[in-house]
């Protein structure tokens, strides 16, 4: 029987069907192209998980990282409740720090500049060479040249809230202490006692050879920062006003003159691998020379400051780029805040 003998209604109806056909070979296509996808996208995370009832999808077994950075373990993973509470909170405390101790604060209003841990610490404290706290766990107590003495977690934190938070300390045991410390140690629980993991805190820059210029910095400021942390450095509140959308680089709600970041190298570092946001250490956007210079520009800036007269008892010890004197050399205090600051690690 050919094509002629059929009735135009048989013809029609012949040619549907082929058309049906196709469609339905298109559409198995897609649907295959799309599982294998899925597949791929959820490898990482899903492949090879343990079926648990108790468990949710968070908590599923995780390919290590393929370049051997740290990564932080899962909260999911804590099976006693009123610990995995504790963690919890003091997660959200580092997190969210204004929402307890900033001007609105609940525990405490007032107690700090309005700023969050995790504004520095950057994801809770466990990004890669974001300041993360991998190794706070393994290395502490220990002798911090700062204070000339042994330090503990307590007192550690506690110098982030008096310097870089410029608020008050944390009562030891209070709560809110307990949590933050039982989130650190949480974070660190896999990490060898006495080793720092890879991708822990800064990733090192090359110094430059020349000192770092705070002209230079300003332009670039403008250019690459301004639109979140302000022309005039105090960042932006959120509409509440109850905790800052974008943090201050300077002004009153700023770290203060004996913070960490107060300190050239490591505000370099920082935004090197970091800022602007989006930034990372395997996908920079600043180049060496931007960084020291827009550092050198906004430590140039006016911000709190602290009695440090206690700081560095033994001045030898003190860090290269500490901007304050006396020191044991004598290079000036200018050079010592900018650089270059090759010779005065040849004298060291
Ligand atoms: C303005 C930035 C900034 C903020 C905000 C900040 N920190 Fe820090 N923090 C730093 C810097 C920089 C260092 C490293 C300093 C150094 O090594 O000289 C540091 C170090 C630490 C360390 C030690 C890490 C280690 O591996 O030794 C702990 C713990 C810590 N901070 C806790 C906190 C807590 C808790 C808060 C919130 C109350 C906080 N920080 C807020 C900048 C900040
Ligand atoms: C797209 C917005 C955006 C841009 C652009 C940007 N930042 Fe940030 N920056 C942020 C946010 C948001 C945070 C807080 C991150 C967090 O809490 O997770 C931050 C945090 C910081 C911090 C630590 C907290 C503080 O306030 O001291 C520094 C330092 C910083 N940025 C410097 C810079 C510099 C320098 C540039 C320009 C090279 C820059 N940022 C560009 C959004 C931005």
Redesign the pocket.
């Known amino acids: 029987m050919s094509k002629q003998d059929l009735t135009p209604f048989e013809q029609r109806l012949l040619k549907s069907v082929g058309l049906l056909t196709n469609l339905t070979i298109v559409l198995f296509v897609v649907v295959v192209l799309l599982l294998i996808y899925i597949a791929t996208m959820t490898e990482n995370t899903y492949w090879g998980a343990v079926p648990d009832k108790d468990q949710t999808s968070a908590s599923v077994v995780k390919v290590k990282d393929p370049n051997g950075f740290w990564e932080a373990p899962s909260v999911y993973g804590i099976k006693e409740e009123r610990e995995k509470k504790l963690v919890e909170y003091g997660k959200d405390i580092i ?1 969210n720090t204004a929402k307890y101790f900033g001007p609105k604060g609940s525990v405490k209003p007032m107690a700090t500049n309005g ?2 841990c ?3 610490h ?2 809770a404290g466990t990004k890669t060479f974001g300041n993360n706290y991998s190794a706070v766990a393994s290395t502490y107590p220990k002798y911090r040249a700062r204070s000339g003495a042994i330090e503990n977690i307590y007192k550690r934190v506690n110098d982030c809230f008096e310097r ?1 938070l410029n608020g008050l300390p944390l009562d030891t045991t209070s709560k809110e202490m307990q949590a933050v410390v039982a989130y650190i140690k949480f974070l660190g629980k896999d990490v060898k006692k006495g080793e720092k993991p890879k991708g822990v805190g800064f990733k090192d820059l090359a110094l430059l050879d020349r000192a770092c210029s705070p002209e230079n910095g300003s332009k ?2 403008e250019e ?6 302000q022309k005039n450095g105090e ?1 932006q509140w959120n509409p509440n006003q109850d905790a ?6 300077w002004g009153n709600n ?2 203060n003159d004996g913070a960490g ?1 107060y300190r050239i190298t490591n ?1 370099a570092k ?2 090197k691998s ?5 930034a990372s250490h395997d996908n920079p ?2 180049t060496d020379e ?2 020291w210079d ?2 050198a520009f ?1 430590n140039s800036q006016p911000r709190p400051k602290k009695d440090i007269s206690k700081d560095w008892p033994k001045i030898a010890e003190k860090p290269m780029d500490h901007p304050f004197g006396p020191f044991a050399d004598a290079f000036s205090e200018s050079q010592h805040k900018y650089g270059p600051w090759q010779a005065m690690k040849k004298t060291k």
């Open positions: 997190a700023m969050n995790q504004n520095c950057l994801n870089s670039l400021y690459k920062c301004a639109s979140c942390h960042g800052f959308q974008y943090p201050p680089l700023s770290y970041l505000f920082y935004i970091n800022m602007p946001l989006g956007i600043l931007e960084a827009i550092a906004v």
